[in-house]
């Protein structure tokens, strides 16, 4: 009987949550609301409070949900390269921009600017995936700079106010052996792949642009050779 109880839990739990996604996909993070999702799904507001503390709670689940499915994609795209660093990256900045074109709401939501005021959830939010998003990219990167360091600013060149905010990054994402100017150019790396994904999920460019693609590939042509990397065009499918 105890059993049953959890599954039943975690089935509703797996309901509550994928309900919220399809809000948020269907009328953006100010659909998701627990009245909604109660409403959907055919239970009370207050039968919610049972699995989540608040909406906030809710919001801050669903953000994880949508990170560790980004962060499997990532992973999956890496793991086809075991020994190879450079191809890892590359292959980790395809599947990015793939996911995000695929689930443009989900992106914008996570990674997008958040409503004001900004509370708690969204700052747990940019941290989370801070960490698990750069975490994995970082991965890659320490292995591609231990096998073949490549050119970076030396750290006594770096502002102090940089400094310190580059060495806070480095230990929450976990690059402690690299130097502040390898750090520097990580984030370099991924403001070029954001400033790409941004302008194709929010449509900027959609008056002239109906297909980002060759744009994201000069985005991942410019990272190599940031990096120091060859530049490999996508296999033919």
Known sequence: ???????????????????????????????????????????????????????????YTLAKDVIDELVGELGAAAARHPEYPARQIT?????????????????????????????????????????EVGGTFGKSYLQLWRQRPFDVPADDDLEPALQKQLDNYRVLVGLEPMP?????????CWSRMYASMSFDVSGLMSATFTDMSPMHERMCRGICELLGIEYEPPAMS
């Open 180 to 188: 502040l100017g390898a750090i520097l150019v990580f984030i370099e």
């Open 91 to 131: 292959a980790m900045i395809r599947a990015f921009t793939a996911w995000a074109a695929r689930n443009r709401a989900e992106y914008g939501f996570v990674f997008g600017v958040p409503p004001p005021p900004v509370g708690h959830v969204y700052r747990e939010i940019a941290k989370t995936w801070t960490v």
């Open 1 to 59: 009987m105890a059993n049953r109880r959890e599954r039943l839990r975690v089935a509703l739990d797996r309901d509550l949550r994928r309900t919220a996604r399809r809000l948020l996909v269907s009328g953006g993070i100010d659909a998701v609301t627990l009245a909604a999702i109660a409403r959907e799904i055919g239970i009370t507001s207050p039968a919610i409070y049972r699995y989540y503390k608040s909406r906030d709670d809710l919001v």
